[in-house]
């Protein structure tokens, strides 16, 4: 059962527009998020992490969207660059680990 | 630099051999971890370590083994008697152990069994 979710595998977007990105989770003991990028043959790096005590959290080009009551959250990057053509996952934590979800290629058409 | 390192890159083993991978971290961090990623799938844990000599079994633990007799270091072994070792394997370190921490990714090591 895939208690984190990212229904979409791949997206395309324009340099400059705005980059969605979507994560469902189904455990409502989930408390803590986070959103990883990942490059080819390389390691997820940490981007942006948001708390449930909060529904926003911004950083720089990127910002992390929670709605608990939908038990969805998104990371909007604006403007999108070639740079972050990548994979981003997500992962949610309510206990000691973290559950990742399947990942979203981004790729950004300059 | 801090960081975590992985070694080697890339593993080639043969069917039935046991193989160790390498994680050594010099960020002074606590909890160290294991994952698995499978193409089309998210990463999956298979063991972590909140502190020096102790290690807890993730979600995908059968066949294999880890041992954190010092803090830098969390070798992972994968034996013979995991199924379907061919992965993409990433060790990761946290500043502690538990819920609401960054946790910091290695470079990967990727396995092929031939």
């Known amino acids: 059962d895939q208690q984190v979710k990212q229904n979409s595998p791949s997206l395309s977007v324009q340099e400059g527009r705005i980059s969605i990105l979507n994560c469902d989770y189904t455990?409502?003991?989930?408390?803590?998020f986070l959103w990883y990028k990942k490059y080819p043959a390389e390691g997820p790096t940490f981007l942006i992490s948001?708390?449930?005590?909060?529904d926003k959290n911004e950083d720089g080009r990127f910002t992390v969207f929670l709605n608990k009551s939908a038990k969805h959250l998104s990371l909007h990057i604006v403007p999108s660059q070639p740079g972050d053509s990548a994979v981003y996952f997500c992962?949610?934590?309510?206990?000691?680990?973290?559950?990742f979800g399947t990942g979203t290629r981004l790729k950004v058409l300059a | 630099d801090g960081g975590i390192t992985q070694s080697p890159k890339y593993l080639f083993r043969k069917e039935g051999q046991n193989v160790t991978l390498s994680c050594e971290q010099n960020?002074?961090?606590?909890?160290m971890y294991w994952y698995r990623q499978d193409p089309g799938q998210g990463l999956r844990l298979i063991y972590y370590?909140?502190?020096?000599?102790?290690?807890q079994k993730g979600d995908i633990a059968e066949g294999y083994s880890v041992s954190r007799e010092k803090k830098e270091s969390f070798p992972l072994t994968v034996t013979s008697a995991q199924k379907n070792p061919t992965a993409f394997y990433l060790c990761?370190?946290?500043?502690?152990?538990?819920?609401?921490?960054?946790?910091?990714f290695g470079p990967g090591t990727r396995l092929t069994v031939l």
């Open positions: 992962a949610a934590s309510g206990t000691y680990k973290y559950i």
């Open positions: 370590s909140q502190i020096v000599n102790d290690f």
């Open positions: 948001i708390s449930s005590i909060k």
């Open positions: 960020l002074n961090h606590d909890a």
């Open positions: 990761a370190s946290s500043i502690y152990g538990g819920i609401h921490n960054e946790q910091f």
């Open positions: 455990n409502s003991m989930f408390d803590y």
